[in-house]
C-alpha cells in the first residue's frame, strides 16, 4: 500500500531531463565504484614485467627501481619477474 502520494506539475521536457541528471548521476557513481572493486580473479592474477610496464607507461628500469624502493611490489618466481595486477591497477589509481 503506498502511503504517500505526491502529485508535481512538470512539462515532459522537464521529467526527461531530470531522469536524465537522475541516470547520469548513478551512472557515474556506479562507474567510480565498478574502478575501486577489481573482480575477484584480478585480485590474484600476475602479469609479466612487460605487461606492467605497458599498463603504467613506465620503463623496466622504471619497475625496477619502485622495486628497490618498495613502491611497487614485485615477486619473482625463479629468475622472472612478476607483478600481481592489482598492486598495479592501485599505482595506477593513485597517479590518476
Request: net charge positive; aromatic share 6%.
Amino acid at each position: 500500500m503506498i502511503e504517500n502520494i505526491r502529485l508535481i506539475d512538470l512539462t515532459k521536457s522537464d521529467l526527461i531531463s531530470l531522469i536524465q541528471q537522475t541516470v547520469a548521476t548513478e551512472f557515474q557513481r556506479f562507474s567510480n565504484l565498478m574502478k575501486t572493486v577489481p573482480k575477484e580473479e584480478e585480485q590474484t592474477k600476475i602479469i609479466t614485467r612487460d605487461e606492467a610496464a605497458k599498463l603504467l607507461n613506465v620503463s623496466h628500469t622504471t619497475l625496477w627501481k619502485w622495486s628497490k624502493d618498495k613502491i611497487l611490489v614485485a615477486r619473482k618466481i625463479n629468475s622472472r619477474v612478476y607483478y600481481l595486477k592489482n598492486d598495479v591497477l592501485d599505482k595506477l589509481n593513485a597517479v590518476a
